[in-house]
Nanobody, 114 residues
Framework: QVQLVESGGGLVQPGGSLRLSCAAS????????MGWYRQAPGKQRELVAT???????VYADSVKGRFTISRDNAKNTVYLQMSSLKPEDTAVYYC????????WGQGLQVTVSS
């Protein structure tokens, strides 16, 4: 079994920052790509950012320059540093990893509001 434990969501004012974390545990031999998706009310889940084992990163255009994804391979953990947050960033954020299969976290609510 593989578990993804997410932390760091919450309520923040526009222009503020949050850091999301996601730790993977269980029967994992190697993790290839790690990433974050989000789903706003009434919208489809969309990619936010991914990072490969070699450190290559991909970002959605809407978050480039504001969000930074990073990973600690020794801890099987991926982070998402979010800055200059906007109300349109409000969504449930999901951690995902690609190992032998793709796995998803339970989701974290991030609300950007004054």
């Amino acid at each position: 079994q593989v578990q993804l434990v997410e932390s760091g969501g919450g309520l923040v004012q526009p222009g503020g920052s949050l850091r999301l974390s996601c730790a993977a545990s269980g029967n994992i031999f190697s993790i290839y790509t790690m990433g974050w998706y989000r789903q706003a009310p009434g919208k489809q889940r969309e990619l936010v950012a991914t990072t490969t084992g070699g450190g290559r990163t991909v970002y959605a255009d809407s978050v480039k320059g504001r969000f930074t994804i990073s990973r600690d391979n020794a801890k099987n953990t991926v982070y998402l540093q979010m800055s200059s947050l906007k109300p349109e960033d409000t969504a449930v954020y999901y951690c995902t990893i690609w190992a032998t299969n793709q796995y998803w976290g339970q989701g974290l609510q991030v609300t950007v509001s004054s």
